[in-house]
């Protein structure tokens, strides 16, 4: 990953943790159109992006670069859940 890349995705994820949302997903979004097998940026947008449908996107998009990510895995599994009390 070039340096660029590395502190759009840094910029990106500090911005996520301090809640700034829109700053988050432009970075995150310059980070995954440069590079699409960024695994850690494709988790960082699930949590960038509001719709699920969008949520799950990202999500099976970490999941397309690695089977096995614990975090992919559960936030489908929390986007699949049924609601509560069904």
């Known amino acids: 990953m070039d340096s660029q890349l590395a502190e759009w995705l840094y910029d990106g994820a500090l911005a996520l ?3 700034q949302k829109a700053r988050a ?8 159109e440069a590079d ?4 850690e940026a494709w988790l960082w947008l699930s949590g960038a992006v509001d719709d699920p449908e969008d949520q799950r996107t990202a999500l099976e998009n970490v999941l ?3 089977p096995q990510n614990p ?3 559960y936030g489908i ?3 699949g859940a049924p609601p509560a009390g069904n």
Do not use: R
Not at 25 to 32: A, S
Not at 36 to 39: A, P, S, Y
């Open 25 to 32: 997903l432009e970075l995150l979004m310059q980070v995954v």
């Open 64 to 66: 397309a670069l690695n």
């Open 77 to 79: 599994e929390l986007l």
């Open 17 to 19: 943790k301090q809640g």
């Open 36 to 39: 699409e097998g960024l695994e």
């Open 71 to 73: 975090y992919a895995l």
